[in-house]
Structures are given as C-alpha cells and as structure tokens.
C-alpha cells in the first residue's frame, strides 16, 4: 500500500516539475530578452550614438530591410534624419564620412579586420582575396596585382576589343527587331570578357545571346548569401537548409566544380595568351605564394565581382544619359567630334574624353555598381573617429549607397549632373565632398579590377555611342532596384538606331 501510495505521488509531482519548468522557461525567456534590449539602449558603450532606438535595441530592423533588399536606401534615410554617424545595430556604427574612409579601410599598424559575422565562405572554405585575413590577402594580393598591372591591361587590350566589338554587332543585328534589354547583353559582355581573362577560355553568351549556367545563377546565389549573412548572426545557419531549395543551394558548388575543371585545363595548356593566369603563373614559377586551391576560388570570385560591378555601371550609364536628354547631347557630340576623322577607338584614346569620364564618375556616384557596406570590426585598442571614442569590437563601415547620396556630401544629390566633376566644375558644386567618394574602396584591400572595369566602361560607351542613337523605351523607373548584395537589375529596354561608325 506505502509502494503504491509513494508511486502515485511520483507520477503527480514528476508532470508538475515539468510544468513548473515549462512555465518558468516561459517567464525566464521573456525577461531576459527584455533585459537585453534595456541594456542595448540605454548601458551599452554606444548608446550615445545617433539613431532610432529599435535599431539600437536588436537587429531585426536591420534584418528586415536587408531581407526585402532595401537596407542601402533606409540607411540613406536614417543618415539624412540623424547625421553622418547613425547607429545601425546594437553594435555597428554606420559612416558617410571621408575621414571614415580613410581610418576604417586605410592602413593601419592595427588592421581593422573584416566582421567575422559578415565575412562569406567560398564553397570551398579556402580564403579568397576579398575574405581573407591580412596576411593570407597580402600574399595574394602581391601575386594577383600582376594580372591587373597597367602593363597586363596594354597587353589584353586586343581581348577587350575584340568583346566589345562583337557586343556591338549583336546589337547591329538586332536593332530593327525593337527594342533590347541592355542589361541583359552588358552582363554577356561583362561575363564573357572576365571568364576569357581568368580562364583563358572564351565563353558564348554574346556569341549565342543567351545566359551561362554561371550567370543565370548569380541572382539566386546573391539571395542565399545574404540569408545565410542574416541567419549566421543569430546562429541559425541550420535554418537555411529549410529556407534554400536544392537547386539555389548547390549552384555555388556546381559552379565553382566547373571553375576548378577550367583552370586545371588552362594550367595545362601552354600558351603565351595574356589572360591572368598567364600572369599568375608566371610569377609563381619565382613566389611560389599560392596554391592551386587558392587560384580556384580567386577566380570563381573575379567571375562575379567582376562581370556584376561592370554590367550594372554600363546599364547604369545608358539609363541616366537617356533619362537626361542634355547630358545625352554632350556626351555623344564629345564622342562623335572626337572620332569623326577616322580616329581610331582604342584603350588609349578613350581615356581622352573628359566629359565621358565625367559622366561615368557621376553614374558610379549615383548608382555604386558595390552599394553596400563592407563591414569591419574596432580593433583592441580602440579607436577615434570623427571626435569620438569607438570601443573595441564595434562593427564600423562606410555604406557606399548612403555616402554618395549624402546631401551632407554632395550638393543636389539625387541629381544626376556629371559637371560636378569636371575640372571647371559650377561653383555650385565647389563644396561638394569628393573624397568621400571611393566607388573602388580605399586602402591596401580596394579594387584590384578598377583599372580593367575603367577600360571597359569606357571603351563600351564610345563604340555604342558611335553606332547607334539610343532612346529608353518604358523603364523609367529602372532605378528602383533591390539589392541583395548586388543590384537587382531588372531589364532595361532600349530602342538601338544604327547611324555611320567610324573605326
């Protein structure tokens, strides 16, 4: 009888305790969150930073905008409402200022290293240039930058010519069909030229007029990484599996087994072609500094940075000249009189258009091909910026997209006027703040590429400014894009009218 009363008693209080611990859990949760978002906002070393306090209090603000590809342009909104420094998160602090350039990314005995939470892995988990540490990115730095030399650009100059040449008659083909979607052939061009240039294998998107497997994947690859950002900060990268079909999912890992089977091939073919594995080769037969790991997943990432960046400036470009009939009418007279003579089109002579480089510099201003933060991370000591301390381990960066359409920065900003940056600029423009424009980043980690995207931009505007009148067709509101690491570039529909090109 005691036995059977003593197991009853067992099987009452066992459900209780868990009943009891449920419902704590259910009280404990809730206060400690709370506690968290209290601390947040009012105790926590940046809580005398600018900026709205649920921002200050969690990150889900942050997460919300940046999952519906609008965080760049709500960044700008807070930056215009609180002022040049605006805290982001509880712990990031976001910049517009040019001496943030310069003490964030410049150089630095204390390197400000990249935020681990937001710093991406290749497929293969071998560091690349753009997410290695400072002494892995040094090393590779040291090697790359032969490829992207001035002297490698003179001597690629025939490859470049030679896809801009065949872009232009694709377009001649097909202007009196109606109109094209530029954006759509500026990524084949972008494409193509950077795959033959890493590989030393010539792709068909302009050739066939439709997308490689690679480029096709791009957009749903840029949406995966960005969740997989967001959920890595809340340590739920589990959770992407349930979020990422198959299909998204293993396109990076399809696509950099195909970059690996490309340069095994280029590796083992000779051949003085001067793409950049010629070059990367070449000094490794003397540093000996990279291994074939590290090249792969170096090109993989020159595929995508570097076919994005120079597709959405070129379609950038076409959409605000033609959106702004008298910034259209210059450029092309400065085009055509500079080439009615039979003057020939090279690297070198457009380099020699003030105005084009004018517009183009107010396109990357207006539209950043990159328009994102690069975040980085306040090292031990601490730092000061703008006139304040920033503690240790403070998430710090300049948000390109916000910088450069700063009214604080740039006067009219959300006008599209290339004078701003000619020499004899209107005196209107005399104050704005053209070193806070760094569309290519700043310090020993900025663009490698700045110097082929430059040629490319240039040379694609004048030989599609030579032969055909350009005129938007519908896509006036081409501009509203999202960005989920990149633009999202929706088509741009232009109506091409061939007039007499000159060589």
Not at 75 to 89: C, I, K, N, P, T
């Given at each position: ?10 099987r009452?209080?066992?459900?209780l305790r868990i ?5 704590s859990?259910?009280?404990v ?11 947040n ?22 997460c ?8 760049n ?8 409402q609180?002022?040049?420094v ?9 910049f ?6 310069k003490?964030?990314?410049?150089p630095?005995s204390d ?21 290695a ?32 040449k ?12 109606g109109p ?6 500026f ?13 030393g294998?010539?792709c068909?998107c302009l ?9 096709s ?6 949406k995966?990484?960005i969740?997989?950002q967001m ?38 073919r ?28 170096n ?14 400036a ?5 959409f605000y ?8 009418r ?16 090279t ?8 105005y ?22 306040v090292?031990?000591t ?25 009214s604080?920065n ?6 599209f006027?290339?004078?701003r940056?000619?020499v004899?600029?209107p ?8 070193d806070a ?6 310090g020993?980690?900025n663009?490698?590429?700045r110097n ?5 931009m ?10 055909f009148?350009?005129s938007?067709?519908?896509c ?9 690491g ?7 529909w232009?109506?091409?009218r ?6």
């Amino acid at each position: 009888m005691q036995c059977r009363r003593a197991f009853s008693r067992i099987r009452l209080e066992y459900p209780l305790r868990i009943r009891r611990a449920f419902y704590s859990g259910l009280t404990v949760q809730p206060c400690a969150l709370l506690l968290h978002v209290l601390f947040n906002v009012y105790l926590h070393p940046l809580r005398g930073y600018p900026g709205p306090w649920l921002w200050a209090a969690t990150r889900l603000p942050w997460c919300w905008y940046q999952f519906h590809g609008t965080l760049n342009q709500k960044l700008l909104a807070l930056h215009e409402q609180y002022g040049q420094v605006v805290r982001v998160a509880p712990n990031e602090l976001s910049f517009t200022t040019a001496t943030a350039w310069k003490a964030i990314y410049g150089p630095r005995s204390d390197e400000m290293p990249k935020d681990p939470v937001f710093s991406l892995l290749t497929p293969t988990g071998v560091p690349n240039i753009l997410t290695a540490d400072r002494a892995t990115h040094t090393r590779h730095r040291r090697l790359l930058s032969h490829a992207f030399s001035e002297k490698a650009l003179r001597e690629q100059n025939g490859i470049i010519e030679g896809y801009v040449k065949q872009l232009i008659t694709q377009l001649s083909r097909r202007a009196n069909d109606g109109p094209l979607n530029l954006s759509q052939w500026f990524t084949y061009f972008a494409y193509d030229v950077i795959r033959d240039l890493s590989f030393g294998e010539p792709c068909t998107c302009l050739e066939t007029g439709t997308p490689d497997a690679f480029v096709s994947s791009l957009p749903s690859i840029s949406k995966e990484l960005i969740l997989f950002q967001m959920l890595k900060y809340y340590r739920l990268t589990w959770l992407r599996r349930l979020f990422m079909p198959t299909s998204v999912s293993g396109a990076r890992a399809r696509n950099i087994a195909r970059v690996v089977d490309t340069v095994t091939r280029r590796t083992e073919r000779r051949t003085d072609r001067k793409d950049f594995l010629h070059y990367i080769l070449a000094a490794m037969e003397t540093e000996k500094s990279i291994s074939r790991e590290e090249i792969n997943v170096n090109a993989f990432s020159f595929s995508i940075a570097g076919s994005e960046a120079t597709a959405t400036a070129l379609a950038a470009l076409v959409f605000y000249i033609c959106t702004h009939p008298r910034v259209y009418r210059v450029l092309v007279a400065e085009i055509r009189d500079r080439f009615a003579h039979n003057a020939k089109v090279t690297l070198a002579t457009v380099n020699e258009l003030p105005y084009l480089n004018a517009v183009l510099t107010e396109v990357l201003r207006i539209h950043p091909p990159v328009a994102i933060t690069l975040p980085r991370v306040v090292p031990s000591t601490g730092v000061f910026l703008n006139g304040r301390f920033i503690p240790p381990g403070t998430t710090v960066g300049v948000n390109h997209f916000s910088t450069y359409r700063a009214s604080r920065n740039f006067h009219r900003p959300g006008d599209f006027v290339p004078e701003r940056w000619l020499v004899d600029r209107p005196a209107e423009f005399e104050n704005d703040a053209r070193d806070a424009f760094q569309p290519f980043s700043f310090g020993p980690r900025n663009c490698l590429g700045r110097n082929l995207a430059w040629a490319e931009m240039r040379m694609v505007a004048v030989r599609l400014l030579l032969g055909f009148d350009l005129s938007l067709v519908g896509c006036e509101r081409w501009d509203e894009q999202r960005i989920w690491g990149f633009w999202v570039k929706t088509p741009l529909w232009v109506q091409l009218r061939e007039v007499s090109c000159v060589e």
